[in-house]
Nanobody, 117 residues
Framework: QVQLVESGGGLVQAGGSLRLSCAVS????????MGWFRQAPGKKREIVAT????????DYANSMKGRFTISRDNAKNSLYLQMNSLKPEDTAVYYC??????????WGQGTQVTVSS
């Protein structure tokens, strides 16, 4: 069974940085496109960033471009999200998953990111 375990969230002041990690098990990580997603209170889950299987192609939601960097280490079955210049509107629970997220893969518990103004 696929398991997704996110970590690295926390409380940070506006303008600060955090680096999120996602440990993936139960699948051949290095052959799958992956993504980071987030869900703020009262809002729908939205896509943050995506990366192809090899890490050579990335894409970002418009509001994250220039501030966030997605990366992966296929040898460690791990996905990362470096977040800089954080804003209060980035406050959300952040999740990793395959891209696109298949219905057969349960979401992890996510990691809470809170940005104070």
């Amino acid at each position: 069974q696929v398991q997704l375990v996110e970590s690295g969230g926390g409380l940070v002041q506006a303008g600060g940085s955090l680096r999120l990690s996602c440990a993936v098990s139960g699948l051949t990580f290095g052959t799958n496109a992956m993504g980071w997603f987030r869900q703020a209170p009262g809002k729908k889950r939205e896509i943050v960033a995506t990366i192809n299987w090899s890490g050579t192609t990335t894409d970002y939601a418009n509001s994250m471009k220039g501030r966030f960097t997605i990366s992966r280490d296929n040898a460690k079955n791990s996905l990362y999200l470096q977040m800089n210049s954080l804003k209060p509107e980035d406050t959300a629970v952040y999740y990793c998953n395959l891209n696109p997220p298949p219905a057969s893969v349960p979401w992890g518990q996510g990691t809470q990111v809170t940005v104070s103004s």
